[in-house]
């Protein structure tokens, strides 16, 4: 039977009872307060347990009732989880823990450290922590939002990464050592996702800042993977970021890939950039053209655009929220109900689901508490106000509340089939997935403000309105202020005044001849001829010389996707690392 006909014979069974409007077990939709209040318990039950149990360490080991560092010991489930404290009111706590970190956080540390992981998480939680705080009550410095102490601690460690993007492709490695720089050995191989998620990040740190380093190495990454991809359009999975040669061919908008097409429909709103929302158009026709079928995704060879897996992922239940900010509602509506068919068949999104079998994929039958399909409710309830997106909500509640929760927090599910737990409890836990549960069901949080309310805050660079809405949420479910990245314009201005001269100086000195300007500030961006050469805390040489530990690398580094399988060459579906 053709593959297609075995999708629609499928999704027409799966999508009977999923009507408009349908009701909740007890005849009745679900009711907003009531689940919004389970949210919140839900949080304080997780994170209190961290705070009694794992706190400083990253994470919390919820059946062991211990804590454990996974990426890079920065006390990360504070910083992920301090931005929810403020979303879900509580102002006292967002204070205290804002102190906590700044006394205890510390980036100068020997420590081997994901650089995709370290800005969605640490870069991006400091920097939204920043801009909320006048908000949640922190008395804020002089020049803020152009000035504080969470800013300062979001550019260190942003500053830590800088030596990963001196390749000569200027797409970075996958890890780097916070003290020392990129390790002698590290692979060159970074997974697409870890090169092409940084511009919301980094932009906002560049705009408030004025340090345009930030941006540029961002933007720099984002063309290089632009024009590397196929000439049908298609980006693969993992590539060489000293060579830009494709590493795996597997092109999908799932692990490895996602969140580049995030940051490219994200980044095109916040800085109003055009040219990335073209790049994002022009992908989005390659990925309708060759990996969709009935509204599903499949993977496909980049280069021929052939099936490669037909598997569905559960981190590509982004995608519908992602087409929801696009105004493709249609679409989104269509394959959200595909991933609630397999969410409402095991009480979670498996990692990989086999869409012509109907059932999971060896190996990949745990659901670690990810937001993705959450994520793509809350965006298209705001688009529609269809109470099926609440019904997911309630869902979600009811299986993680049955299945995940423990003593000490809530478990990773490690098999869906028989719902046995791992211990740990992934920092995203409270960092997404109980933020998205709750912003579906709290229509008024400030965070969904439509531009009605403001404050308007005096910089030394001029009056600036904050706190209007239009949040942008970085991967990690930080949202970012848009508005701010205009309070700081004019110290922008004067850098770029500055380099401006300091071009023209030196190319009066080579050519003896009066330079012809052109204003960074106007036209369209474009990257420097020399990605390799761009600008840098150290040399990349230097950092080299350090020698540090040896450390056993692994052939892909692809932090988006922490597993002992990576996504194979050549058609063939898993590849253990064994």
């Known amino acids: 039977m053709p593959f297609r006909l075995l999708i629609s014979l499928g999704l027409l069974c799966a999508l009977l009872p999923l009507h408009h409007g349908a009701p909740g077990p007890d005849g009745s939709a679900p009711d907003p307060a009531h689940y919004r209040e389970r949210v919140k318990a839900m949080f304080y039950h997780a994170y ?9 360490f990253d994470e919390l080991r919820p059946l062991t009732c211990d804590g454990h560092d996974t990426w890079g010991s920065f006390s990360l489930t504070l910083i992920d989880a301090l931005d929810t404290l403020l979303i879900l009111g509580n102002v006292s706590e967002f204070q ?12 100068d540390i020997d420590v081997n450290a994901s650089v995709f992981e370290t800005n969605i998480r640490v870069v991006g939680g400091l920097l939204s922590a920043h801009l909320l705080s006048k908000k949640a009550g922190v008395e804020v410095e ?5 000035s504080g102490p969470l800013l300062r601690m979001a550019e260190e460690a942003a500053r830590k990464l800088l030596p990963a993007f001196q390749t000569p492709t200027g797409m970075p490695y996958g890890t780097v050592n916070l003290l020392h720089g990129v390790n002698p050995g590290e692979t060159p191989v970074t997974c697409t996702a870890g090169i092409g998620t940084f511009i919301v990040e980094f932009a906002t740190l560049s705009s408030l800042t004025g340090d345009l380093v930030f941006e540029d190495v961002a933007r720099v990454a984002l063309m290089r993977l632009w024009e590397s991809r196929s000439d049908i359009g298609l980006v693969g999975n993992h590539i060489d970021v000293l060579t830009g040669k494709w590493v795996a061919q597997d092109a999908g908008i799932g692990a490895g890939v996602d969140s580049y097409f995030e940051y490219l429909v994200k980044g095109a709103i916040l800085l109003q950039d055009k040219k990335l929302m073209a790049m994002f158009l022009e992908y989005n026709k ?6 969709r079928f009935d ?11 052939t099936v490669s897996m037909p598997v569905f992922q559960s981190l590509e239940a982004y995608w519908p929220g992602l087409q929801s900010l696009i105004g493709d509602i249609d679409n989104a509506m269509r394959t959200f109900l595909n991933y609630y068919t397999v969410w409402k068949q095991f009480g979670g999104l498996p990692e990989f689901y086999n869409i012509p079998q109907g059932y999971t994929v060896e190996k990949r039958e745990g659901y670690p508490l990810r937001p993705e399909l959450i994520e793509s409710a809350m965006y298209l309830y705001r688009a529609t106000g269809d109470p099926t997106l609440l019904e997911l909500g309630r869902d979600a509640v009811e299986s993680i509340e049955k299945i995940s929760k423990v003593e000490c927090g809530f478990a990773t599910i490690k098999d869906l089939r028989d719902h046995k737990l791992d211990n740990r409890m992934e920092s995203f836990f409270l960092a997404e997935t109980v933020k998205y549960l709750y912003l579906l069901f709290d ?16 910089t030394p660079y001029g009056e600036c309105i904050l706190g209007a809405g239009g949040y942008i949420f970085n991967t990690e479910a930080h ?3 848009p508005a701010a990245l205009h309070c700081c314009q004019r110290l922008k201005e004067e850098q770029w005044e500055v380099e401006d001269l300091m ?15 052109k204003p960074m500030s106007s036209g369209p961006w474009e990257p420097p001829t020399r990605p390799g050469t761009l600008l840098s805390p150290e040399n990349h040489d230097q950092a080299r010389e350090r020698k540090p530990a040896k450390q056993k690398v692994p052939l892909l580094s692809c932090p988006n996707q922490p597993f002992t399988s990576k996504l194979a060459l050549l058609g063939q579906v898993f590849l253990d690392s064994s």
């Open 295 to 305: 509204d599903w995704y499949l993977w496909v060879q980049m280069y021929k655009g």
């Open 286 to 291: 390659a990925i309708r053209n060759y990996t």
């Open 443 to 458: 229509p008024t949080n400030f965070i969904h403000n439509n531009g009605s309310t403001f404050d308007t805050v005096i």
């Open 142 to 146: 002089a020049g803020w939002p152009c």
């Open 503 to 517: 071009r023209e100086f030196y190319s009066l000195k080579r050519n003896r001849s009066k330079f012809q300007k």
């Open 96 to 107: 205290r823990v804002v102190e906590v970190l700044q006394d205890n956080v510390d980036f």
């Open 479 to 481: 949202p970012i202020d």
């Open 48 to 56: 209190d347990s961290y705070l009694e149990n794992a706190f400083p």
